[in-house]
């Protein structure tokens, strides 16, 4: 089945600076790649996604790209402010399927 | 608030216990979802329901663990015969899918937290 790798696991920045999360995938029939912010408390909420028939997209300060090739998708936040500390999670599926396969999520703090 | 609702929001219960979750959909959503997330991890496929109709099971789903969708919109995930290892969060998403292309995205509730004593 499929497999999701997220690192890091923990990320701590200054206010202002840049994140970035990086995930691996391990089955090539995935094309759909979701990242959700979870929150303390709180069930996780959708902030981009991207399909498999391109390469990039943006959201504001948010941004996601993907390389098939090597099976790797990136979360990038700009200019972090101290409400984007969160539980980040990436995921995936395949394109004949439905159910998302989650990586282990990496703990952004944001440092006023 | 016309979000995923799920109740309840906490439980504890004593091993061996019963316990039955709720989940209402987004109104018109025709996929529901039941995933299970345990302390610092992500959250993981228990089972999924398109309308009615229960269509896919994770290997995680004992067969202590039972789900429904009786009329297509909201459901319910009974746990029987509850152990220590049953403790997490359970969380319910929906969606509107269109067969075919692959457009699809899942809306998660708040959880409900099971502790299990």
């Known amino acids: 089945g499929e497999n999701v790798e997220q690192h890091p696991s923990t990320l701590s920045v200054q206010e202002g600076d840049s994140a970035v999360i990086k995930c691996t995938y391990s089955?090539?029939?995935?094309?759909?790649f979701p990242w959700y912010k979870q929150e303390l408390g709180k069930g996780p909420q959708l902030i981009i996604d991207?399909?498999?028939?391109?390469g990039e997209k943006k959201d504001q300060r948010i941004a996601v790209t993907l390389n098939k090739t090597a099976k790797h998708f990136s979360l990038h936040i700009t200019e972090t402010q101290p409400e984007d500390s969160a539980v980040y999670f990436c995921a995936a599926r395949k394109a004949a399927g439905n159910k998302l396969t989650f990586g282990g999520g990496t703990r952004v703090l944001v440092k006023p | 608030d016309t979000g995923v609702s799920q109740d309840p929001r906490h439980k504890i219960t004593k091993r061996g216990q019963n316990v039955t979750f709720r989940c209402d959909p987004i109104s018109e959503h025709n996929r529901l979802y039941w995933y299970r997330q345990t302390l610092g991890q992500g959250p993981e496929f228990l089972t999924y329901f398109q309308n009615e109709a229960q269509l896919e099971k994770s290997r995680l789903l004992s067969d202590r663990f039972s789900a429904e969708r009786p009329k297509g919109s909201f459901s319910t995930l009974e746990i029987q015969r509850t152990e220590q290892g049953d403790s997490a969060m359970y969380l319910c998403a929906s969606s509107l899918a269109f067969t075919g292309t692959g457009k699809e995205t899942q809306y998660f509730g708040p959880g409900t937290r099971l502790l299990v004593l």
């Open positions: 991207i399909r498999s028939n391109v």
């Open positions: 089955d090539s029939a995935s094309n759909y």
